[in-house]
């Protein structure tokens, strides 16, 4: 692995101490009990959407792929948990030689989910697939929170593109994280350049009021920007006085100035008096970049304003109020004895204290009416329902170890998109509601 | 820099592209206009705390350090932003030896800091401190959001412990920085096995339900585990019926049994229940940890149950509601010229819409009442008055590009719970209030 195939700029030479403590002291104990080669299906499911929420968005299994084709326990990693007695010696060389080798099944990236969805499905030895926890659940839960987010601030966009800008907001790589399912989510740039480098995103970005201020005059500072970026750059008119500010910028760089951009104040007024001030220095073709504080309900409150692009930061990077979600991974069947031929027993936690689930390896797939709409999220553990056999939503993702079915990116925000519009109109209303679909167990 | 300088398991072989695309744009046009020069400060401070909090945290600033040091653009990096056309070859040429050779100032990591509080300061010529921005940014918001929300569960707690288990609510590597945030901030253990490796931090866990259901029955998993694990380990008991599983757990493992662990159900009732139930049955020593989303009030309201010890996943990864600082990086004054002896002038954004600074390089104090509790942060601009001079809160972390304040983890913890307890009886009170302190501005 290197820098260009995971995660730039970061070289991550392994993924195995992305994980819990207990996954490790499970392993010791299960091969020491005899019990770590039964075979097990886990499954990764959330209980519930955010509050509010419509409908979830699966993203992150492109990187889930790459962290478990890459969890590997060399010697520096080795000699780690031996010197802190995490487990023993017999199970260290059993992590020596791990190279994950069962089968990996889930919903395409991009995909929406539903209370009780199996995004992802993982086989194999209780041993095997037990290491795979928590960094299965880490990439899923933090993507698919900003994916969510991200889908519903492009829907509220429209066909404005979005720039994902928060990186300053976040962890320095989960903000790489972020700008890749902001762009799966419907976004179109990213500030963040290891975004760019690692994910191919476009990026982009010209100047902030320091830019001004480090200049004997704002003009000064429009005209070094305009000599170097060209008339085409976007001018930041809002570090003294807007009107003055967007008079210098048309003076300087003529009609053919590319944008302003408006950072702070009344965007919507303040939008409005750019545009009638700009169309009236006959810069009709300069467009206007609003970037504060921005959420999807602001981004929906400037339709109608007179705005061609949309800059997004904190409320991206965070969810928009729910920065994780709250996928689990749990063990669903899991064979009588460690013979291979064992036949699988559904098991599920059962304490009446909550936190119960569904036993059995699932099958899900989505229900459409007679118009294409989308309108229930089917989940069975039986024979699957001739009418529903090519609507089935999971597709194999790792077939004996190998990983099968990695895709561009853009491929993952096209299905999104197409996802998104065949689900029901409620679905991009901002307001809060239950899930759009109801999810049935057959 | 190798995996074990620079956040484990990962090598970072560069810091330079945690930057927004428009750090490097500004860097062009202030080489091409003549202004890069300028002698520049920029101060990192947050305009408010969030929403009803006493008190902000200070975490992150030695990864921070780390982040300047190893800002380099390699040969890899610099091809990126020839092909995409980010700048120009004279600006590539520049940032080919670029050494961060300036001086950065900034609050000792652990302290606490309020409204208008200058955390960081940053010094050099306008071009090495500009690129700094989004980074150091990244850094400081994620570490500081997490780090007051470990401080408020570590009051809650009192003596108590608490274990950081969270890896799986958010980024993988944002997972690392968090525990070793939490850890500033009080916790005592982490979960994340990465977290142990790159920063030392003590890695406690034993079991999931996964590994009670794997088992033929629940008392096969115990057994299973106290096998491997001894009698002081700690059993999960709540996947079936909790009273049935504490006398399992009493019976496989004897009175010497470590700990029973509820991750489900009223934490209240039920660990009462099984106090009781295990003084009953002899186990007088055994501990009960409660791990079911917890955040500072639930940890509050079990003060008088109990409970030995606190696991905390998702709200602590998430901040407690409050995922992220509104710290911002701003240029506060730059030199006339770039002469090197050209005096500095002080700048600040002035737009009437808002995000309005005050410009100047600052010094910050902490002002005591007579008691030696906190009374006022204090913030100016000129000569720091002689009552004050003792009280100065802002030490040097970098000199000509050095970095000359590197301190083990643990210094850094103890200073953040020997700040917090000179704070105000009411920073502890989880109520939502003002800044327990007032900023001062002189």
Same mark, same amino acid.
């Given at each position: 692995? !290197?820098?260009?195939?995971?995660?730039? =700029?970061?070289?991550?030479? *392994?993924? #195995?101490?992305?994980?819990?403590?207990? +996954?490790?002291?499970m392993l010791q104990a299960a091969l020491k009990?005899?019990?770590?080669?039964?075979?097990?299906?886990? +499954? $990764?499911?959330?209980?519930?959407?955010?509050?509010g929420r419509r409908y979830g968005v699966v993203a992150g299994t492109g990187?889930?792929?790459?962290?478990?084709?890459?969890? %590997?326990?060399?010697s520096g990693v080795l000699g780690f948990l031996r010197q802190r007695h995490v487990v023993d010696e017999p199970t260290l060389d059993w992590l020596a030689s791990y190279r994950f080798s069962?089968?990996?099944?889930?919903?395409?990236?991009?995909?929406?989910?539903?209370?009780?969805? =199996?995004?992802?499905?993982?086989?194999?030895?209780?041993?095997?697939?037990?290491?795979?926890?928590? $960094?299965? &659940? *880490?990439?899923? !839960?933090?993507?698919?929170?900003?994916? #969510?987010?991200?889908?519903?601030m492009a829907s509220a966009a429209g066909t404005r593109p979005l720039i994902e800008m928060g990186a300053r907001r976040t962890h320095e790589l989960a903000a790489v994280a972020a700008s890749r399912a902001a762009y799966v989510g419907g976004f179109t740039?990213?500030?963040?350049?290891?975004?760019?480098?690692?994910?191919?995103? =476009?990026?982009?970005?010209?100047?902030?009021? #320091?830019?001004?201020?480090?200049?004997?005059?704002?003009?000064?500072?429009?005209?070094?920007?305009? !000599?170097? &970026?060209?008339?085409?750059?976007?001018?930041?008119?809002?570090?003294?006085?807007?009107?003055?500010?967007? %008079? *210098?910028?048309?003076?300087?760089?003529? =009609?053919? &100035?590319?944008?302003?951009?408006?950072?702070s104040g009344d965007l919507l007024l303040v939008a409005h008096r750019v545009r009638?001030?700009?169309?009236?220095?006959?810069?009709?073709?300069?467009?206007?970049?609003?970037? *504060?504080?921005?959420?999807?309900y602001a981004i929906a409150s400037l339709a109608a304003a007179p705005v061609d692009a949309y800059g997004v930061g904190t409320q991206l990077v965070t969810g928009s109020g729910h920065p994780t979600c709250s996928m689990v991974y749990k063990l669903?069947? %899991?064979?009588?004895s460690a013979d291979p031929k064992a036949p699988l027993v559904p098991v599920a936690k059962k304490s009446t204290g909550g936190k119960t689930s569904i036993g059995g390896r699932k099958w899900a797939a989505r229900r459409l009416d007679e118009d294409g709409t989308a309108e229930a999220e089917v989940i069975g553990t039986g024979a699957v329902p001739a009418e529903l056999a090519d609507r089935q939503l999971l597709v194999e993702l790792i077939k004996g170890g190998q990983v099968i079915a990695r895709e561009p990116l853009d491929a993952v925000r096209d299905r999104h998109a197409a996802v998104r519009a065949n689900l029901p109109m409620s679905a991009i209303q901002l307001s809060r509601g239950e899930a759009v679909i109801p999810t049935e167990y057959v």
């Open positions: 692995m !290197n820098a260009t195939d995971l995660g730039l =700029p970061v070289d991550v030479p *392994s993924t #195995a101490l992305f994980t819990d403590h207990y +996954e490790l002291t009990g005899g019990t770590a080669d039964r075979r097990s299906v886990f +499954e $990764v499911f959330t209980r519930r959407l955010p509050e990187r889930v792929l790459d962290a478990v084709e890459n969890f %590997r326990f060399d069962g089968d990996v099944w889930g919903y395409p990236e991009g995909e929406v989910y539903f209370p009780g969805s =199996p995004i992802l499905r993982v086989e194999g030895s209780f041993a095997e697939c037990v290491l795979l926890e928590t $960094v299965i &659940l *880490s990439i899923l !839960n933090h993507d698919s929170a900003i994916a #969510a987010a991200a889908s519903r740039t990213t500030s963040d350049l290891a975004a760019g480098f690692r994910y191919g995103i =476009p990026t982009v970005g010209t100047s902030a009021h #320091a830019f001004t201020l480090l200049h004997d005059s704002e003009r000064d500072a429009f005209q070094a920007q305009v !000599n170097t &970026l060209g008339r085409g750059t976007t001018l930041l008119v809002d570090t003294y006085d807007v009107a003055e500010a967007v %008079r *210098s910028a048309v003076d300087i760089a003529g =009609p053919e &100035l590319g944008a302003v951009r408006i950072d009638q001030q700009l169309d009236e220095l006959g810069a009709t073709d300069t467009k206007i970049i609003v970037t *504060s504080d921005l959420d999807e669903v069947a %899991r064979a009588e």
